[in-house]
C-alpha cells in the first residue's frame, strides 16, 4: 500500500460484495476527504505515550471506511462502530466479512445498530465523532460530548469533526442536505454548531482541545479532546 491512490482502493476492495455504488463511494470518499489523511498520521500527532488507539469506539460509523483505515495505519487493540442505520451496518458488516479474509491477523472489528446517545455499557480509549453532532438534537448535542468523555478510560481521547455555523460555504454543508433528501443519510436534526457552541459543549464535558485543524478543502474541523487523568487520593 504504498500510495495513496492504491491503499484507497484496497480499503474500497472490502466492499466488493455489497452494491458497487459503496464500492464508489468509499474510494471517492477515501481519495477526497483530508479526514483520511489526518486518521493515518494521528499516531504522530495526537496520541499520548502509549502510540495506541487502545480500545476504539466509532459512534456514526456509517459503512465503516474511515475505521478500517484507522486500523490500518494505527495501532488499535479493538474497535467497534455503531450507527443508527441499519442499512448502513449491513454494508459495514459486508466488509468486514471481507477484511476478516483479507486481515485475517487484524484489528477485531465489530459493528452494530445503535443510537449515539444510548450506548449502553463499555468504556474505550479512543472515541470518533465524525459528522454525527449536527446530527443530533439541540438538547442532545448539548450533552453528547459529556455522556461520550464519561465513557473514556483515564487519558483517553475523543476524536469530533464537524462541520461548523459561520464558517462559511462548505462541500459538507452542501452535500449532507442532500444526502438527507435522497435518503442516503439520516438523523433527528440537521443543525451544525457555531464554534462557540461547539467550545461550550468540550467545556462543559470537562475535556481540554489539545489539537485542533481546519480542512482547507471542507472547511470542517477537526478536534482532539482529552479526558484529564483522574489521580488517586
Ligand atoms: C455524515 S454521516 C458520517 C458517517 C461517518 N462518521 C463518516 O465520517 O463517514 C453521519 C452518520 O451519523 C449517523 N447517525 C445519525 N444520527 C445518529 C444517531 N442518533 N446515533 C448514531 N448514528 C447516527 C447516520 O446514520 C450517518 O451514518
Not at 493515518?40 to 502509549?50: A, G, I, P
Not at 495506541?52 to 469506539?57: A, D, F, P
Not at 487493540?77 to 451496518?89: N, P, Y
Not at 443519510?185 to 454548531?193: E, L, Q
Request: neutral net charge; charged residues 20%; aromatic residues 10%.
Amino acid at each position: 500500500m504504498r500510495t495513496t491512490f492504491s491503499w484507497a482502493k484496497w480499503i474500497a476492495n472490502l466492499y466488493r460484495d455489497t452494491h458497487p455504488s459503496h464500492y464508489y463511494y468509499v474510494l471517492a470518499k477515501v481519495l477526497s476527504d483530508d479526514l483520511a489523511n489526518t486518521l493515518r498520521t494521528l499516531s504522530l500527532n495526537h496520541l499520548d505515550q502509549r502510540n495506541s488507539l487502545g480500545h476504539v469506539l466509532d459512534v456514526g460509523c456509517g459503512r465503516g471506511q474511515f475505521d478500517f483505515l484507522i486500523s490500518l495505519f494505527n495501532n488499535v487493540e479493538s474497535l467497534t462502530g455503531v450507527d443508527l442505520d441499519a442499512r448502513k451496518i449491513v454494508v459495514a458488516n459486508k466488509a468486514l466479512a471481507c477484511w476478516n479474509i483479507d486481515q485475517p491477523l487484524a484489528t477485531p472489528i465489530k459493528f452494530k445498530v445503535g443510537d449515539a446517545t444510548a450506548l449502553g455499557e463499555g468504556c474505550y480509549d479512543t472515541i470518533l465523532l465524525f459528522d454525527v453532532f449536527n446530527t443530533l438534537e439541540h438538547s442532545e448535542q448539548h450533552v453528547i460530548l459529556a455522556q461520550l468523555a464519561s465513557r473514556l478510560n483515564d487519558g483517553g481521547r475523543l476524536f469530533v469533526r464537524e462541520s461548523i455555523r459561520g464558517d462559511g460555504p462548505s462541500v459538507s454543508k452542501w452535500l449532507e442536505p442532500l444526502a438527507r433528501k435522497f435518503g442516503t443519510n439520516i438523523g433527528r436534526n440537521m443543525a451544525f454548531p457555531t464554534y462557540e457552541q461547539l467550545c461550550s459543549c468540550v467545556q462543559v464535558a470537562g475535556l481540554e482541545i489539545i489539537a485542533e485543524r481546519t480542512s482547507p478543502l471542507l472547511k470542517s474541523r477537526f478536534l482532539t479532546l482529552k479526558k484529564a487523568t483522574s489521580h488517586a487520593h
